[in-house]
């Protein structure tokens, strides 16, 4: 990921936000009212002592001897995660990793609405996958210069002309980038690129049951 010089919180307490607010929501959902650091470090994995050291970059929110209230951490949260914004997002690529993206619900929720969707494939362009009609990547500035509300791109490509599509994105004011294609790319400090690698964590998985073998 690009660095964010503005952000002074380390990117390893940044990634474990998400699973807190997935516990907490859990939590939310069953009706429970208040938690403690120690109960949510058996949720989570994570020790009692990270998760007050990883809130209190962020205020805290908690009172010692009372814990915390499920609604006011899973809110904070959410505040410092984004997730009350909607970013306007397009995909790249319509195979069928973009395709299933596509129709992911989840994304919405977590404050990601896909608004169009493109391909190279000129057999692919004018069908539809769920309720977006493909376009040509061929009009991808075209498209960003009469909607500048879009800021997030989904790459979905091969290695092959990834970068060349993303240098593209940038120049057309895209802010962010999640890309799958299996290349690490580059773009300015302004711009956040998260790779995500899953031969990586496949690899990973690997050597765990390895592990377990020897």
């Given at each position: 990921?690009?660095?964010?010089?503005?952000?002074?919180?380390?990117?390893?307490?940044?990634r474990r936000l998400p699973k807190?607010?997935?516990y907490l929501s859990e939590l939310?959902?069953?009706?429970?009212?208040?938690?403690?650091?120690?109960?949510?470090?058996?949720?989570?994995?994570?020790?009692?002592?990270?998760?007050?050291?990883?809130?209190?970059?962020?205020?805290?929110?908690?009172?010692?001897?009372?814990?915390?209230?499920?609604?006011?951490?899973?809110?904070?949260?959410?505040?410092?995660?984004?997730?009350?914004?909607?970013?306007?997002?397009?995909?790249?690529?319509?195979?069928?990793?973009?395709?299933?993206?596509?129709?992911?619900?989840?994304?919405?929720?977590?404050?990601?609405?896909?608004?169009?969707?493109?391909?190279?494939?000129?057999?692919?362009?004018?069908?539809?996958?769920?309720?977006?009609?493909?376009?040509?990547?061929?009009?991808?500035?075209?498209?960003?210069?009469?909607?500048?509300?879009?800021?997030v791109a989904i790459l979905t490509?091969?290695?092959?002309?990834?970068?060349?599509?993303?240098?593209?994105?940038?120049?057309?004011?895209?802010?962010?980038?999640?890309?799958?294609?299996?290349?690490?790319?580059?773009?300015?400090?302004?711009?956040?690129?998260?790779?995500?690698?899953?031969?990586?964590?496949?690899?990973?998985?690997?050597?765990?049951?390895?592990?377990?073998?020897?």
């Amino acid at each position: 990921m690009a660095e964010n010089t503005k952000n002074k919180v380390s990117e390893t307490v940044i990634r474990r936000l998400p699973k807190y607010h997935r516990y907490l929501s859990e939590l939310h959902e069953k009706g429970e009212d208040r938690i403690s650091s120690q109960e949510l470090s058996d949720l989570t994995g994570f020790t009692a002592s990270q998760i007050r050291q990883d809130l209190n970059n962020f205020g805290g929110f908690g009172q010692q001897g009372y814990g915390y209230k499920v609604t006011v951490l899973k809110s904070e949260l959410e505040n410092i995660l984004g997730i009350s914004t909607v970013y306007k997002t397009v995909i790249i690529g319509s195979g069928r990793l973009g395709s299933v993206i596509s129709n992911y619900r989840g994304f919405l929720e977590s404050g990601f609405e896909i608004v169009a969707m493109f391909d190279r494939d000129e057999r692919v362009v004018g069908t539809y996958i769920g309720e977006h009609k493909v376009k040509s990547v061929a009009r991808l500035e075209e498209f960003l210069k009469k909607h500048p509300e879009v800021s997030v791109a989904i790459l979905t490509l091969p290695k092959i002309g990834a970068q060349a599509v993303a240098d593209r994105l940038v120049a057309a004011g895209i802010r962010g980038i999640w890309n799958f294609a299996p290349e690490d790319l580059e773009a300015p400090e302004d711009v956040i690129v998260e790779n995500i690698r899953l031969t990586d964590s496949l690899l990973t998985l690997s050597y765990y049951l390895t592990e377990q073998d020897r």
